[in-house]
């Protein structure tokens, strides 16, 4: 049984929804995302009590949702520049910031061999204060439905397995 992409997008956004904020109908730019998800962790070690922090880390991921039928390198290009503007737009680096991600998530029926070599060669990381307050990089995955195959930059591999543990056919045990 097939499913639509935007099927596929509500089955995939479920798995995230268990440790990161869905929000649907995202406006960036005037472009609209079907949906955006975002993840934040604090972490702190304490001396004695709570009032005497010793040290903190703060995590911040912020994934943009992207379904089209046809993915082209010049489609897939624009999708990467706003949602890299978008995201970084938001990354607050200060002395406990460890790093904020940014990533696209794309299903399509199709991805043409150019996007596909797009995709891979996709990368971007910039540090802030000589990584003293944190870098961010840009991750990015993809679904190509009609072959059920799985592309991703090398950030981006996290992304490719959620999508593959949601979306690759189960092999048989032995």
Same mark, same amino acid.
């Given at each position: 049984?097939? %499913?639509? &992409? ?11 929804? $268990? ?5 649907? +109908? ?18 702190? +070690? ?6 005497? *922090?010793?040290?903190?880390? #703060?995590? $911040?991921?912020?994934?943009? %949702? ?15 520049? &706003? ?7 938001? *990354?607050?680096?200060?002395?406990? $910031?460890? %790093?904020? +991600?940014?990533?696209? *998530? ?50 981006? *591999? ?5 999508? #593959? ?10």
């Amino acid at each position: 049984m097939d %499913f639509t &992409l935007q099927e596929q997008l509500n089955r995939l956004l479920d798995a995230y929804s $268990h440790q990161y904020d869905i929000e649907r +109908n995202v406006e960036v730019e005037g472009f609209t995302y079907p949906a955006t998800a975002t993840y934040y962790l604090r972490d702190e +070690n304490y001396l004695i009590s709570k009032q005497h *922090v010793l040290s903190a880390v #703060e995590q $911040h991921e912020y994934l943009y %949702f992207y379904l089209t039928d046809t993915l082209t390198a010049e489609d897939l290009q624009s999708q990467i520049d &706003l949602s890299k503007r978008a995201g970084l737009g938001r *990354v607050r680096p200060h002395r406990e $910031h460890m %790093f904020s +991600n940014v990533g696209l *998530v794309i299903l399509a029926n199709t991805i043409t061999p150019e996007a596909q070599k797009l995709i891979k060669k996709t990368r971007f990381r910039k540090n802030y204060r000589l990584s003293l307050y944190g870098w961010t990089e840009y991750q990015l995955a993809a679904m190509e439905a009609s072959t059920n195959r799985f592309y991703a930059n090398p950030a981006g *591999v996290g992304a490719r397995k959620i999508l #593959e543990q949601n979306f690759a056919p189960k092999k048989g045990r032995k």
